[in-house]
């Protein structure tokens, strides 16, 4: 029997959050989530949600997906980290993966999130 994941989404756009879950869905990955779209909210919930994993956008307005990394990789590195956004070329992507993200999967590209999961 698989697992119940606990993910955390930081995400500001509530239409790829949708896309995210149906993707997950497809992947036929048990999971319930947690959506967020701001620092604080991020960081109640590494610690109030207990996370398996999260799913981040690259840019938010007052916070970065890399902010957020940043924050997982010093405090609850065990997490697995994927970025997940529209904004990502190769040479960012790169940078996403020597800052510590486990993984990164393009909006253009979802449906590679539940592979990339599942890994």
């Known amino acids: 029997m698989q697992k119940e994941l606990k993910i955390l989404m930081?995400?500001?756009?509530?239409?790829?959050?949708?896309l995210n879950i149906i993707q997950l869905n497809k992947g036929r990955i048990k999971?319930?989530?947690?959506?967020?779209d701001?620092?604080?909210d991020?960081?109640?919930?590494l610690t109030e949600y207990?996370?398996?994993?999260?799913?981040?956008?690259?840019?938010?307005?007052?916070?970065t997906g890399l902010d957020a990394l940043e924050i997982v990789k010093n405090k609850y590195p065990e997490i697995p980290f994927i970025?997940?956004?529209?904004?990502?070329d190769e040479e960012t992507a790169v940078l996403c993966m020597k800052q510590g993200a486990w993984d990164y999967v393009i909006k253009d590209h979802?449906?590679?999130l539940g592979p990339a999961l599942k890994m």
């Open 38 to 40: 701001n620092k604080a």
């Open 10 to 18: 930081l995400e500001d756009n509530a239409y790829d959050a949708k």
């Open 83 to 88: 970025m997940v956004t529209g904004s990502l």
């Open 31 to 36: 999971f319930v989530h947690k959506l967020v």
């Open 42 to 45: 991020f960081i109640a919930s």
């Open 50 to 63: 207990q996370p398996d994993i999260i799913l981040s956008d690259f840019s938010l307005p007052q916070f």
């Open 110 to 112: 979802i449906v590679r």
